[in-house]
């Protein structure tokens, strides 16, 4: 069984920083993709950003060049650095690990609120 673990959130001032941790344990995949999704109160969970195994990025277009996502293979970990947050990028983030082996694998963490408020 595979789990994901976050950790990181809570409340910011707009401008400020945050720094989202989340830890996979279990039976995983060495080709994989990690990511951040959120989702804000009556709306979709949208992708953040996501890494793969080998270090390619892929951002969402408003979180480009302000947020920063990293990861730790030996400790299938992945990070989310969030600079000059905005009351927007305000939501639960969600950890997701994924990959495909004659399907897709894929796990989500339990959520962290963040919140951008002066």
């Known amino acids: 069984q595979v789990q994901l673990v976050e950790s990181g959130g809570g409340l910011v001032q707009p401008g400020g920083s945050l720094r989202l941790s989340c830890a996979a344990s279990?039976?995983?995949?060495?080709?994989?993709?990690m990511g951040w999704y959120r989702q804000a109160p009556g709306k979709q969970r949208e992708l953040v950003a996501d890494?793969?195994?080998?270090?390619?990025?892929n951002y969402a277009d408003s979180v480009k060049g302000r947020f920063t996502i990293s990861r730790d293979n030996a400790e299938n970990a992945v990070y989310l650095q969030m600079n000059s947050l905005k009351p927007e990028d305000t939501a639960v983030y969600y950890c997701?690990?994924?990959?495909?082996?004659?399907?897709?694998?894929?796990?989500w963490g339990q959520g962290t609120q963040v919140t951008v408020s002066s």
């Open positions: 997701n690990l994924k990959w495909l082996w004659r399907r897709e694998y894929s796990y």
């Open positions: 279990g039976s995983i995949s060495s080709i994989n993709t």
């Open positions: 890494i793969t195994s080998i270090g390619t990025t």
